[in-house]
């Protein structure tokens, strides 16, 4: 079965720094990759996915296939970056499994 | 475009009270899911319909929940009866493609339920 892994509950960082929120992944197949945000009192909604292999509001993410990862990044962490962030894995099934989030936040 | 529209948004039962939820998804959405996220969790999947046929609902307790998308449109998720360990948050989420593999899923504002 497949598996998202996110390793900090609690993230902290000073307004300019850089962050890196990591996921870790378990899947035998070929899997598709997204990172998704949660901004206070507004809904979840997609940030990021590996296959559009696109820069969203500064923050990147690669897939390494070979650590099993998809960490998201950003150079020069801003305010309005925090968050909740969760990463969610697709199988080839459709099938969609989440890890329990990152909170981030992004001190002045 | 409207976006996935859930109702009610909170909701108060005491256990063994039966409770039902309403979600419709974007227009044209061919997949629609519901998922059950607890405090402090990320959003578990209970099931999964293409249209109106069901693709996933492997970690659905069927003893207690169920679930329908009449007309491959509108679903409802139903749980009777309710235990004090269903107190969560009840999303729902569509996606466009039949194949769900790559496709973006699009989030409702969820149900909160407390369960007393």
């Known amino acids: 079965a497949q598996r998202v892994t996110q390793p900090e509950k609690l993230l902290s960082v000073f307004k300019g720094a850089p962050v890196e929120l990591k996921c870790n992944y378990s899947?035998?197949?070929?899997?598709?990759l997204f990172w998704y945000v949660q901004y206070s009192r507004q809904r979840l909604q997609l940030l990021l996915r590996?296959?559009s292999r696109e820069s969203i509001k500064g923050f990147t993410a690669d897939l390494n296939k070979g650590e099993t990862s998809f960490h998201l990044k950003k150079p020069f962490a801003q305010e309005e970056d925090s968050a909740m962030y969760y990463c969610?894995?697709?199988?080839?099934?459709?099938?969609?499994?989440f890890g329990d989030g990152t909170t981030l936040t992004v001190k002045p | 475009e409207a976006g996935v529209a859930q109702s009610p948004r909170y909701k108060i039962i005491e256990k063994r009270q039966s409770v039902a939820f309403w979600c419709n998804p974007i227009?044209?959405?061919?997949?629609l899911y519901w998922y059950q996220q607890i405090l402090g969790q990320g959003p578990k999947l209970l099931i999964q319909?293409?249209?109106?046929?069901?693709?996933?609902d492997s970690q659905l307790p069927k003893d207690r929940f169920s679930a329908e998308r009449l007309k491959g449109v509108d679903s409802t998720l139903k749980i009777q009866p309710a235990k004090l360990e269903d107190s969560a948050v009840y999303l729902c989420?569509?996606?466009?493609?039949?194949?769900?593999?790559?496709?973006?899923?699009?989030f409702g504002p969820g149900t909160r339920l407390l369960v007393l």
């Open positions: 590996h296959i």
């Open positions: 969610a894995l697709n199988t080839n099934a459709g099938k969609s499994t």
């Open positions: 319909f293409q249209n109106n046929g069901v693709v996933d």
């Open positions: 899947y035998s197949g070929s899997p598709e």
């Open positions: 227009s044209g959405h061919a997949t």
């Open positions: 989420a569509s996606s466009s493609e039949l194949d769900s593999y790559q496709e973006t899923q699009y």
